[in-house]
Structures are given as C-alpha cells and as structure tokens.
C-alpha cells in the first residue's frame, strides 16, 4: 500500500538552529500539507501547497517557516530559527484532492531545546 | 472562531458493544466531514468521511451528518479491543485547511 514517507523521524535541535522536515508523498497525489501535534493537544493545520505554491497557510505558518518541493519529489517543512514552542510532532499528509481525504506519514517529533 | 468540539472521554464501551462518539462544530458552510483514528503515538488514519446529511456505513463504521444541527457522529458497532484508539471529528471549514477537534479517548473493555 502506498505511503507518506518522513524523515528524520526524531529530531533533537538547539534553540535558534534551522531545521528541515522531509516528507515524500504518495506518488500520484497533488496536494500536500504539514500539520502539527503539540504533545497532547490538537491536530492543527500548518500549510496547504498544490501546483508549487501555497495555497493556504494558518497564523502559527509565520515567516520563519518555509516548505518546497525542490525535486519533483521530497516535500520539505524549514524552520529558520526554532524556538521552544516550536517542540511537536509534525505530520506531512497528501491527498489526491482537496476534500480532506489525507494520507498522513508516521511523523516527525521535533525537540528544541 | 471556528470550532470542532469533541467530548475528550474517555469513554470505556464492553467488547462487542456499540461506541457511539458525536462532534460538532461552529461554521454552517463547512461541507466536508471526517473521522480520523489515532493511536497513541502514532499518525492520524482516515477511516470515514461524509458530504451530505443522513449515514453513510463503511463495515462496522457508520456516520451521521445533520448539517442543520451542525453534528457528526461515529459509531462503531460489535466493539473489538483494537478499536482502542483517540477519534478525531476534522471538519473543512477553510477552503484547503481541515480543522481537528481534540479528540474522544476510545477503550474497548475485553
């Protein structure tokens, strides 16, 4: 069965240090997004990107974070400069559309300390 | 602001009962509605989405939509222990965004 693919799955960082999450999607889907999980808390919608560009973004999505498909491929999530609060598990997904039938990948746990 | 508000639980259901877990939410234009299963630790799994009014079944899996009432529900019949998981309503109130409620703890009582 076809599957998002993230990597690193842990990743311990320094705060003020950049970082970038990978995520390689399923191959025939057109619309990718990161989300995040703050330990215990909600899921919550990070940035949409279809066609190359963004296509929505929340308030947390502020100028220190980035994403790219630089490939053709690997779908990546930058933090320029990371902070305490930025401490979460981060979820790629894709889907085919986009109705919200996602496709997530087992995640990425972010440290910063 | 727009909302999906989720009973946290848990909720404790016996084996081969049904689990019932009900969602609401705060804008009347959403269109789109979603369960998602998460077990601990682990990513969010689709396992039931619904567009219009009325139930939609999938196997042992059925949701109820009343967009008049701003409502979803799961419900989960003949309970078995690997149901055990946190259920999560989403909703797409934003045209690419899918807004998650906290969650209901799910455990199936052997």
């Known amino acids: 069965e076809p599957e998002v693919t993230q990597t690193p799955s842990h990743q311990v960082t320094q705060m003020g240090q950049e970082v970038i999450l990978r995520c390689v999607p399923i191959s025939n889907h057109l619309y990718f997004y990161w989300y995040r999980q703050i330990l215990g808390q909600k899921v919550e919608f990070l940035v949409s990107?279809?066609?190359?560009?963004?296509?929505?973004k929340s308030e947390i999505f502020d100028d220190q974070f980035s994403v790219e498909r630089p490939d053709g491929s690997n779908f990546t999530l930058k933090i320029r400069s990371t902070k305490l609060e930025d401490s979460a598990m981060y979820f790629c997904?894709?889907?085919?559309?986009?109705?919200?039938?996602?496709?997530f990948g087992e995640g990425s746990r972010l440290t910063v300390l | 602001q727009k909302e999906v508000e989720q009973n946290s639980g848990p909720l404790s259901v016996p084996e081969g009962a049904i689990a019932s877990l009900n969602c609401t939410y705060s804008?009347?234009?959403?269109?789109?509605f979603f369960w998602y299963r998460q077990y601990s630790g682990k990513s969010p799994e689709l396992i039931m989405s619904?567009?219009?009014?009325g139930d939609k079944e999938d196997g042992r899996f059925t949701a109820q939509l009343n967009k008049a009432s701003q409502y979803v529900s799961l419900l989960i019949r003949d309970s078995q222990p690997s149901d055990s998981a946190t259920y999560l309503c989403?909703?797409?109130?934003?045209?690419?965004?899918?807004?998650f409620g906290t969650g209901t703890r799910l455990t199936i009582i052997p």
């Open positions: 804008d009347r234009v959403s269109q789109s």
């Open positions: 989403a909703v797409n109130i934003e045209r690419e965004k899918l807004t």
């Open positions: 990107f279809y066609n190359n560009e963004i296509s929505e």
């Open positions: 619904i567009y219009s009014n």
């Open positions: 997904a894709t889907g085919q559309t986009n109705t919200g039938e996602l496709f």
